[in-house]
């Protein structure tokens, strides 16, 4: 496992999740709905390429210590029918493989929500967002427009530069970290059958088309991340 996903803000541990969870809760369901429509409110939205959100995913839920992941497979069981690949040697309770071919058969409710497409989880489309951010932009941008907001908790305002380090090795480290994730969809989706490979690219098709992404399914490169 990468160093990165052992030390970075986002992906700190296997329960990291709910932690989030939690602190997004402290904003209550009528006061989030005010800041839909507030003029003052700016309202944006993080995307990630969905190849590398799916890896991600699958390394950080179905870890082998992570609770929520065995949760998640008791709820929808029938996730257990795709395996075919034995774990003995992985950290995850899932091969890739097997994941892969979970999400290209089942859809609409025998999907679990955390793996569905973005587009289908905050409606982008019909919510006003100003801006779309995406994870892999410079870290300058991002931290600017987390600073423009007066009602994000302040525990999702986690900047590396408290830390001490100066903007150019927060940069450095941050373009580390998206060149590991392409490093990481090359090596997972470079085990997944073409066929499937491309029934996950439909897939995700609308994820793809709003959001700028790319992905090369014969060199396993993924694009559009700036």
Request: glycine content about 4%; proline content about 4%; aromatic content about 12%.
């Amino acid at each position: 496992q990468p160093e990165i996903y052992e030390n970075h803000d986002v992906f700190t541990g296997p329960n990291t999740m709910e932690e989030h969870k939690m602190v997004l809760d402290t904003i209550s369901y009528d006061r989030a709905n005010h800041l839909l429509t507030d003029e003052r409110a700016v309202r944006f939205i993080v995307v990630q390429h969905p190849f590398s959100r799916l890896v991600i995913l699958w390394k950080t839920i179905f870890d082998k210590r992570n609770v929520y992941g065995k949760e998640l497979l008791s709820e929808y069981s029938y996730m257990r029918d795709f395996i075919s690949h034995s774990t003995e040697n992985i950290d995850q309770l899932i091969d890739f493989r097997d994941f892969v071919d979970y999400l290209t058969h089942e859809t609409g409710s025998k999907s679990a929500p955390d793996f569905r497409p973005a587009t289908t989880l905050c409606e982008p489309c019909t919510n006003p967002f100003e801006l779309v951010i995406k994870h892999e932009a410079k870290y300058s941008q991002i931290e600017h427009l987390l600073k423009l907001g007066l009602d994000i908790p302040k525990e999702l305002l986690r900047f590396p530069k408290d830390t001490g380090d100066d903007s150019e090795e927060i940069e450095r480290r941050h373009l580390k970290e998206v060149e590991e994730e392409k490093n990481l969809v090359k090596e997972y989706f470079g085990m997944v059958e073409r066929t499937a490979l491309l029934k996950l690219k439909q897939l995700y098709f609308w994820d793809f088309k709003l959001y700028g992404y790319t992905f090369d399914a014969t060199s396993l490169e993924i694009g559009g991340l700036e």
